[in-house]
T-cell receptor, first 112, second 113 residues
Framework: AQSVAQPEDQVNVAEGNPLTVKCTYS??????LFWYVQYPNRGLQFLLK??????LVKGSYGFEAEFNKSQTSFHLKKPSALVSDSALYFC??????????FGTGTRLQVFP | DGGITQSPKYLFRKEGQNVTLSCEQN?????MYWYRQDPGQGLRLIYY???????QKGDIAEGYSVSREKKESFPLTVTSAQKNPTAFYLC????????????FGPGTRLTVL
């Protein structure tokens, strides 16, 4: 079965510093990977996805993610964090053509 | 939250009562989904619909029911058979069932008193 893991419940970073939110996956076949962000009491917003092609995927709000097949990882990154980036981040993998499996989420806290 | 609306935002219900959560989309999407979100557990799929008049059970369908009579609407009923219904419920849609980029509504927080 397909799965994703987000090993960190929370990530703390100072404003202006680079940030990384980790995600590892386990799939049979080629992975379709996604990152979503959730602000308090809101729905999820799509950030970016990897299906094929370049290992570095650029997305919304200055975020990018690096696909690493050998390490089965798809870490979310941003060169310079903003306080407004503080939110809950979810990694997801396609389970079947019509379903996604979500990780448990990582809370990002950016301190001024 | 795009063109997906969920109502109400907050909902309170007494034990033993059924309650229906609304989800409407004006994105002309074929596929729609219902998820349940609990702290520390991420999102779990309750039901999904690939096309109007068709739907399938997700991973935690017990105690829930849905209908898809119109393309733009996918209401979720939480029945009295659901043992622990207090949660945040999220509705989503995608262009079709093969396009996994899902658009989410703002959610409904259900509390059972």
């Amino acid at each position: 079965a397909q799965s994703v893991a987000q090993p960190e419940d929370q990530v703390n970073v100072a404003e202006g510093n680079p940030l990384t939110v980790k995600c590892t996956y386990s799939v049979s076949g080629n992975p379709y990977l996604f990152w979503y962000v959730q602000y308090p009491n809101r729905g999820l917003q799509f950030l970016l996805k990897y299906i094929t092609g370049d290992n570095l995927v650029k997305g919304s709000y200055g975020f990018e993610a690096e696909f690493n097949k050998s390490q089965t990882s798809f870490h979310l990154k941003k060169p310079s964090a903003l306080v407004s980036d503080s939110a809950l981040y979810f990694c997801a993998v396609r389970d079947s053509p019509d379903k996604l499996i979500f990780g448990t989420g990582t809370r990002l806290q950016v301190f001024p | 939250d795009g063109g997906i609306t969920q109502s109400p935002k907050y909902l309170f219900r007494k034990e033993g009562q059924n309650v229906t959560l609304s989800c409407e989309q004006n994105l002309n999407h074929d596929a729609m989904y219902w998820y349940r979100q609990d702290p520390g557990q991420g999102l779990r799929l309750i039901y999904y619909s690939q096309i109007v008049n068709d739907f399938q059970k997700g991973d935690i369908a017990e105690g829930y029911s849905v209908s898809r009579e119109k393309k733009e609407s996918f209401p979720l009923t939480v029945t009295s058979a659901q043992k622990n219904p207090t949660a945040f419920y999220l509705c989503a849609s995608s262009i079709n069932y093969r396009d996994n980029e899902q658009f989410f509504g703002p959610g409904t927080r259900l509390t059972v008193l």
